[in-house]
């Protein structure tokens, strides 16, 4: 089945779901990683480095650099991967909030990560959005 393009859909429809443990983002050189000690949420391959979404206690107890702790937030609605607008009208409410925001859109949603103080205020600004 095809994602939702609909933008008036999709934002009713987005259903916010806030992951329990908290996520950092690390960075490590390739030949630096061990896949399966890490279990890593996402990998992201720069020219840098590699990017990592872990959580905090694995990192933690890997002894990994990570600047900010995140919540992470999952729109449990099927976003087409074109769908116009659904991720900017998203990010800008959350801006004139003052929260900053680190998305990663995958095939079936698109996942939120903010500051992992701000995620009550974060919600609330996805829900009211969702009601509008």
């Not at 890490?38 to 107890?61: D, N, S």
């Not at 976003?79 to 009208?89: I, M, N, P, Q, T």
């Not at 959350?94 to 900053?100: F, N, Q, V, Y």
Request: proline letters at 3%; aromatic letters at 8%; glycine letters at 4%.
């Amino acid at each position: 089945m095809p994602g939702i393009k609909n933008l008036t859909r999709l934002l009713k429809e987005m259903n916010p779901i806030v992951a329990k443990e908290e996520y950092v983002f690390c960075t490590l050189a390739e030949n630096e990683i061990d896949w399966l000690k890490l279990k890593p949420l996402m990998i992201f391959k720069e020219k840098e480095g590699l990017t990592l979404i872990l959580e905090k206690k694995v990192a933690e107890a890997n002894s990994l650099a990570y600047s900010g702790v995140w919540s992470w937030i999952t729109l449990a609605v099927h976003s087409d991967l074109e769908a116009v607008g659904f991720l900017a009208k998203i990010t800008n409410q959350l801006a004139a909030a003052g929260i900053s925001v680190n998305v990663v859109s995958a095939y079936y949603h698109d996942h939120l990560f903010v500051p992992a103080h701000l995620i009550t205020k974060a919600k609330q600004i996805l829900e009211e959005l969702s009601k509008s």
